[in-house]
């Protein structure tokens, strides 16, 4: 038997949730800053500033997973007499819901790649982008992310007015889709030769991989958190999201690329204009079906779903300005560009033999298998849901 739901506190929970999703962003973020670092000022020491700036995002999460744990717990024993222990706690879904455990998982594997990871350079010396302990590191600030946003979901559910809860799922969301693009930049890029083990990628398998997995998680997040939400103008939140993460942690952090921030700040067009154009054609498509009368509310839908459909994949298409630079950095293992050249005279280099005609179309195919995918999960959960 669960615990009454009098002790659940909505406006706590979100907040706990939220803070973990903050804390995530400390951590890619920072991650983001220290490869920008070590490429500025080439050193490897402990104590910089990108370091204190993730080291800060994984003690907010673990500090926010056991606030939660122990504010629930104690007002159960002393609202309700429950009885505490382990298997109460495991047992109940309030004091320890399923996006919790998720979270519970991530932090347990950054506490895991800490020690991992300074074992590591003990015994290899000085490691790359790609290491054992970096790849446990980065899959439990997913799983964090993950947990903190389905979390913040459930909120959404429950009470889908409210414009903190709107505001929480589309910062939580942008800091998930930057911690998934992280992961998969982990294993494209070319930043991963230490100083005895070469953890390297194979050139033309990385831009491939690189052109094919970010395209497909993108096109599939955003168009599950735009059909299931339908919220106005959700495109352009999670897109000022990650712009805001990767502008102060890449862009403004550095000199080198800082004074691209007004170009790279235009990356919000593209999902503004497609936010005001499904605004447009929703509100056409309502006047239509008021007008219509009844049989016209599931064709409706339908439509809606298209354009999110649509617009998810369009949207995916831009990743290379989005996530720029480390999509040209991709392209250096294969391409071995002269040091001279910089890094946005490279990619304009690549705009028309490579990105236009190849890149591009490729993107707008692997998005859409993406969305497709999605698509199919969504009906089959519930099929399932109806037959139980």
Not at 46 to 59: K, N, Q, R
Not at 94 to 118: E, N
């Amino acid at each position: 038997m669960d615990l009454p739901t009098k002790i659940n506190s909505p406006v706590i929970s979100l907040l706990i949730y939220f803070l973990i999703s903050i804390g995530v962003s400390l951590e890619i973020g920072g991650a983001n800053w220290d490869i920008v670092w070590h490429g500025s000022k080439n050193v490897e020491s402990f104590l910089t500033p990108p370091h204190a700036v993730i080291y800060t995002g994984v003690a907010l999460t673990i500090a926010s997973i056991v606030f939660r744990l122990a504010l629930f717990s104690i007002v159960a024993i002393k609202e309700t007499n429950w009885k505490m222990s382990i298997s109460n706690i495991l047992k109940s879904q309030l004091i320890l819901p399923f996006s919790l455990k998720i979270c519970i998982i991530g932090a347990m594997l950054q506490l895991t790649a800490g020690p991992f990871d300074f074992w590591w350079h003990s015994n290899f010396g000085f490691d790359g982008l790609l290491s054992p302990s970096h790849s446990i590191l980065v899959t439990g600030m997913l799983m964090a992310s993950l947990g903190g946003l389905f979390g913040i979901y459930g909120h959404y559910k429950d009470n889908s007015s409210s414009c903190a809860v709107k505001a929480s799922l589309a910062v939580s969301f942008g800091i998930f889709l930057m911690v998934a693009a992280g992961l998969i930049f982990m294993f494209t890029l070319p930043f991963s030769k230490g100083t005895h083990l070469d953890f390297n990628p194979q050139p033309f398998a990385a831009i491939w991989a690189e052109v094919i997995l970010i395209p497909f998680v993108m096109g599939l997040s955003l168009f599950l958190v735009s059909s299931s939400t339908k919220m106005p103008f959700i495109f352009t939140c999670i897109t000022c999201v990650v712009i805001t993460m990767q502008a102060s942690t890449t862009i403004i952090s550095n000199s080198y690329f800082a004074w691209l921030f007004p170009f790279y700040v235009l990356n919000i067009l593209p999902a503004l204009v497609t936010d005001v154009i499904l605004i447009l054609f929703n509100r056409f498509g309502s006047n239509n079906n008021e007008k219509n009368g009844n049989g016209k509310i599931k064709d409706t839908i339908i439509d809606l779903n298209k354009r999110y459909f649509i617009a998810s994949v369009l949207l995916s298409s831009f990743f290379v300005t989005l996530f720029f630079p480390w999509t040209v950095y991709v392209s250096y293992g294969f391409f071995k560009p002269s040091n001279e050249i910089r890094t946005e005279e490279f990619l304009l280099q690549l705009l028309f033999p490579i990105i236009l005609p190849v890149v591009i179309p490729v993107s707008l195919i692997s998005s859409s298998i993406g969305v497709y995918t999605i698509q199919k999960l969504n009906s089959r959960m519930k099929t399932r849901v109806n037959y139980t």
